[in-house]
């Protein structure tokens, strides 16, 4: 199964995302890409409503093995023993589910050098109405800096490819986690109903 074809103004043809530039293509095209060209084949998550259109395409691609994860410490297990044997992989989370986090990352993805990718959708600020999730979202940057964890947080469309390409390059070559903060500026953010 394919990714869905995005149709083009009448009289043109369709492109896949792989065949458009950047410029034409959405957040979560380009993590899907970025993650192909990086050789990112497993992919567990935990469900979130930011990610679902990028879970929903992970899952159509043969590419990828993705599957939800009971909670984020299982899917950041599961990345860590794929990486013992050969095989790279990311974690997508929401910010609440970091806040669980912060053992398995200092007992395991740190200290064994395992090049954890983390796409952790940011809830918790720019019109958040749940106090707990901004509590969690005020902690995680000051947690990612005491365990000197390399992180970036994606506000714009025309940066994200580059931040995201060279943070997993980095990742790899050092066997050092990242933590890709994604900003309700770039996704969009939860939407909320009354």
């Given at each position: 199964m394919a990714v869905a074809e995005?149709?083009?103004?009448?009289?043109?043809?369709e492109?896949?995302?792989?065949?458009?530039?950047?410029?034409?293509?959405?957040?979560?095209?380009?993590?899907?890409?970025?993650?192909?060209?990086?050789?990112?084949?497993?992919?567990p998550y935990v469900p979130d409503r930011v990610l679902t259109?990028?879970?929903?395409?992970?899952?159509?691609?043969?590419?990828f093995t993705t599957f939800p994860a009971a909670r984020e410490e299982e899917a950041v297990g599961i990345v860590s023993g794929a990486w013992m044997g050969g095989m790279r992989g990311a974690v997508l989370m929401q910010t609440s589910g970091f806040a669980t986090l912060a053992n398995v990352l200092a007992s395991l993805a740190i200290p064994y050098q395992i090049p954890l990718i983390m796409f952790v959708s940011e809830r918790g600020t720019l019109g958040e109405f749940n106090y707990g999730q901004s509590l969690v979202c005020r902690t995680m940057r000051p947690v990612l800096d005491s365990l000197a964890m390399e992180h970036h947080t994606a506000t714009r469309l025309d940066e994200f490819e580059?931040?995201?390409?060279?943070?997993?390059?980095?990742?790899?070559?050092?066997?050092?986690?990242?933590?890709?903060?994604?900003?309700?500026?770039?996704?969009?953010?939860?939407?909320?109903?009354?």
């Amino acid at each position: 199964m394919a990714v869905a074809e995005e149709k083009n103004s009448p009289g043109t043809s369709e492109k896949s995302t792989s065949e458009r530039s950047t410029s034409e293509m959405s957040w979560h095209d380009i993590v899907l890409q970025t993650l192909k060209r990086n050789d990112i084949r497993l992919v567990p998550y935990v469900p979130d409503r930011v990610l679902t259109t990028l879970i929903k395409n992970l899952h159509a691609d043969p590419f990828f093995t993705t599957f939800p994860a009971a909670r984020e410490e299982e899917a950041v297990g599961i990345v860590s023993g794929a990486w013992m044997g050969g095989m790279r992989g990311a974690v997508l989370m929401q910010t609440s589910g970091f806040a669980t986090l912060a053992n398995v990352l200092a007992s395991l993805a740190i200290p064994y050098q395992i090049p954890l990718i983390m796409f952790v959708s940011e809830r918790g600020t720019l019109g958040e109405f749940n106090y707990g999730q901004s509590l969690v979202c005020r902690t995680m940057r000051p947690v990612l800096d005491s365990l000197a964890m390399e992180h970036h947080t994606a506000t714009r469309l025309d940066e994200f490819e580059f931040i995201v390409d060279r943070s997993i390059k980095q990742a790899i070559t050092t066997q050092a986690p990242v933590a890709l903060i994604l900003s309700p500026l770039l996704t969009g953010g939860k939407v909320f109903d009354k």
